[in-house]
T-cell receptor, first 117, second 115 residues
């Protein structure tokens, strides 16, 4: 199957700083990627849909200015958590799918665990 | 409000038995439903997809059923093995159009298969 890579896999930062997470599709082009957040023992919550070359579409309740998404190329989307606070500590996962139909499955990255002190 | 519920948080079964996991949803009309496996600290891995006009899908030891009247999907693992121990997530694709779209996930059921 297609491979999606995330970096970093874990990051610890101080409150008030910004953190960037990268999501790359390694062997396919992804015009659309999705960003999810998962708290312990909770479901994956869709945060936003990242579209190559255009603005991201955010889910209701997700702050656009807090979670900046940039999808500058067909293989890279980035999520920047700005002015991070302890409540932003979570597991962030990106995903992408193969366009043009098929099974409609999404390929997920390994996730990035953010801890804000 | 819209909800996706997976029957239980945890399911423990003996090796060789069939594990049955349930996914119920309300206030959705999904175009299709998917099941994923997630291991601790890892991203989900796709297992099976079933469309709204399909009743059943199989893949090796896995079987999925989809009842749009009951708004329920059942996920079966036959001849379960300890290696099947993981959290299983159901996900719904809402809306029509391209098969590539936003998925909404249930909380997952943590399956433990003991020898």
């Amino acid at each position: 199957g297609a491979v999606v890579s995330q970096h970093p896999s874990w990051v610890i930062c101080k409150s008030g700083t910004s953190v960037k997470i990268e999501c790359r599709s390694l062997d396919f082009q992804a015009t659309t990627m999705f960003w999810y957040r998962q708290f312990p023992k909770q479901s994956l919550m869709l945060m936003a849909t990242s579209n190559e070359g255009s603005k991201a579409t955010y889910e209701q309740g997700v702050e656009k200015d807090k979670f900046l998404i940039n999808h500058a190329s067909l293989t890279l989307s980035t999520l920047t958590v700005t002015s991070a606070h302890p409540e932003d500590s979570s597991f962030y996962i990106c995903s992408a799918g193969l366009a043009g139909g098929g099974t409609g499955e999404l390929f997920f990255g390994e996730g990035s665990r953010l801890t804000v002190l | 409000s819209q909800k996706i519920e997976q029957n239980s948080e945890a399911l423990n079964i003996q090796e060789g038995k069939t594990a049955t996991l349930t996914c119920n949803y309300t206030n959705y009309s999904p175009a299709y439903l998917q099941w994923y496996r997630q291991d601790p600290g890892r991203g989900p891995v796709f297992l099976l997809l079933i469309r709204e006009n399909e009743k059943e899908k199989r893949k090796e030891r896995l079987k999925v059923t989809f009842d749009t009247t009951l708004k329920q999907s059942l996920f079966h693992i036959t001849a379960s093995q300890p290696a099947d121990s993981a959290t299983y997530l159901c996900a719904l694709r809402i809306g029509r159009g391209s098969t590539l779209g936003r998925l909404y996930f249930g909380r997952g059921t943590q399956l433990t298969v003991w020898p």
